[in-house]
T-cell receptor, first 116, second 112 residues
Framework: DAGVTQSPTHLIKTRGQQVTLRCSPKSGHDTVSWYQQALGQGPQFIFQYYEEEERQRGNFPDRFSGHQFPNYSSELNVNALLLGDSALYLC???????????????FGPGTRLTVT | AQSVTQLDSQVPVFEEAPVELRCNYSSSVSVYLFWYVQYPNQGLQLLLKYLSGSTLVKGINGFEAEFNKSQTSFHLRKPSVHISDTAEYFCAVNSGNTPLVFGKGTRLSVIA
């Protein structure tokens, strides 16, 4: 059973460019969350997608947007990249909303984004 | 709003010695608590979780943690560490289907 997968592994972009990161959830999971982890920090919540809708959003600007597809996979898009967007971007998936089994999130290996 | 404080940014410990990584949380509602481990250049792996029931929770790799509601703590312990336990450890909290809120992490360094 494949866990959460993310692509690409690494990415280098220039300031002002746009980037798209991709995530496939663990089998049986329908909810996808995205986190940003700056160097030396804990992950910070960006947003969560459920049933192809943005369900919750953290304190990130509108330059950060996302999408969820019918197969539950998801994309994170960042426009007008800034140097401060350099970070590890983590995708997490969880079981269908309901009881405590849905509270646990499974993380992918992340995409390392470097903005120069 | 919820918050997590990991009291030690770095913890050096000798191999086969016991270790405790401290975590305190703040929340106005019921919480669910998690410890994750992150090895260099990798994602997060769940070590253990507290959802309900017994306050002493056992996880993978010999780790355990105790939920203390009165002290709002969820400290992680291992009786005897190995070199392979060297990693970054994150404590996290949520209130069900809400986003995880993470601490800043504790770097555990096991010395041979």
């Amino acid at each position: 059973d494949a866990g959460v997968t993310q692509s690409p592994t690494h990415l280098i972009k220039t300031r002002g460019q746009q980037v798209t990161l991709r995530c496939s959830p663990k089998s049986g999971h329908d909810t996808v969350s995205w986190y940003q982890q700056a160097l030396g920090q804990g992950p910070q919540f960006i947003f969560q997608y459920y049933e192809e809708e943005e369900r919750q959003r953290g304190n990130f600007p509108d330059r950060f947007s996302g999408h969820q597809f019918p197969n539950y996979s998801s994309e994170l898009n960042v426009n007008a990249l800034l140097l401060g967007d350099s970070a590890l971007y983590l995708c997490a998936s969880s079981l269908p909303l309901g009881g405590p089994s849905s509270y646990e999130q499974y993380f992918g290996p992340g995409t390392r984004l470097t903005v120069t | 709003a919820q918050s997590v404080t990991q009291l030690d940014s770095q913890v050096p410990v000798f191999e086969e010695a016991p270790v405790e990584l401290r975590c305190n949380y703040s929340s106005s509602v019921s919480v669910y608590l998690f410890w994750y481990v992150q090895y260099p250049n990798q994602g997060l792996q769940l070590l253990l979780k507290y959802l309900s029931g017994s306050t002493l929770v056992k996880g993978i790799n010999g780790f355990e943690a105790e939920f203390n509601k009165s002290q709002t703590s969820f400290h992680l312990r291992k009786p005897s560490v190995h070199i392979s336990d060297t990693a970054e450890y994150f404590c996290a909290v949520n209130s069900g289907n809400t986003p995880l809120v993470f601490g800043k992490g504790t770097r555990l360094s096991v010395i041979a």
